[in-house]
């Protein structure tokens, strides 16, 4: 499997670079975007996986976040795969909205047509994208993952299914409950089929009610947030955590919204507890 350059850039003494490849998981091309801090040069780093929300593309985080300064110092890579298939061919909404097909892959395997010829962005995150990036970058096999809305959904249910595969996870304002928010319910019904029952498996509320193995989250949500009450649903995660005594911190930010303005303001809160659950293994 090739990987293609498509750009480069130095940033804080580490390299932030770009590539397109094949993939065989969602049957098109994809790209992904990868910062390699100065570690890298010397010895293998651990991986942060970040997952965006609907819209996004591997750009937003790595030109909003201001993560890379952070990165640099703990000896973190970040990896920033698409938000969706993409390409001729693939399905998008026939209404041209943005919470469906293109940059709305909600991170789940599709079952129903026409959606499942591209769209397994659960498979793609888990294990395509990692193979590649432990085979072609100098990095360790220590995972942690996070996320933004969508992203942040992604990143709590990938988390809560594979735990044996990530040291910590968090997320800026998830999308907690899918199947009790309109986001979820779209999605979820055009990917997944009508069965409510198979929507559970992509949820993390109702993930965490049975989860086996639990591991640190951290979760920071704005409250001046738009979508909080209708799309993210927060509370309900909070709930079930306190109800399971799961290991979770959230965090409701005053004042906060739903953009990468608020990302901004914490990450470096999410990257210093990713390094050291990375550190403890
Ligand atoms: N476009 C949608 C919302 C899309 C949106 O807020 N996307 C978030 C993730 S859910 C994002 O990260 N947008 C891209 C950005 O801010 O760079 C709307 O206007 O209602």
Redesign the pocket.
């Known amino acids: 499997m090739s990987l293609f350059l498509v750009s480069a850039n130095k940033s804080f003494d580490g390299w932030h670079k770009q590539y397109t490849h094949e993939s065989k998981v969602l049957n098109c091309s994809m790209r992904f975007a990868i910062y390699l801090p100065p570690q890298a040069a010397s010895h293998k780093v651990p991986v942060l996986y970040w997952l ?5 593309t591997d750009e ?1 985080f790595m030109q ?1 976040a201001g993560a890379q300064r952070l990165a640099a110092k703990l000896g973190i890579a970040i990896v920033a795969p698409d938000t969706s298939p993409r390409g001729e061919g693939v399905a998008d909404d026939p209404n041209g909205e ?1 919470d469906l097909g293109l940059g709305a892959g909600f991170y789940v395997n599709a079952t129903q047509a026409p959606w499942n010829r591209h769209y397994r962005m659960y498979d793609y995150v888990v294990n395509e994208l990692p193979a590649i990036v432990e085979t072609h970058f100098p990095v360790s096999d220590l995972r942690s993952i996070a996320g ?3 992203g942040g959904h992604g990143a709590l249910t990938i988390a809560l299914r594979e735990p044996e595969r990530y040291c910590s996870a968090s997320a800026f304002s998830p999308i907690c409950n899918p199947v009790n928010a309109p986001w979820g319910q779209k999605a979820f019904s055009h990917y997944l089929g009508e069965d409510r029952g198979l929507w559970r498996q992509y949820d993390a509320v109702e993930l965490m009610k049975e989860s086996r193995l639990p591991m640190p989250v951290l979760v920071d949500q704005g409250l001046e947030d738009n979508f909080l009450s209708e799309q993210l649903k927060t509370e309900n995660l909070a709930k079930v955590a306190a109800d399971t005594k799961y290991p979770v911190t959230i965090r409701m930010q005053p004042g906060y919204d ?3 303005y608020f990302i901004a303001s914490f990450i470096e809160d999410h990257l210093r507890f990713h390094a050291r659950h990375l550190s403890e293994q």
């Open positions: 965006s929300g609907l819209t996004c937003n909003k943005y933004h809305s969508m739903h953009s990468y």
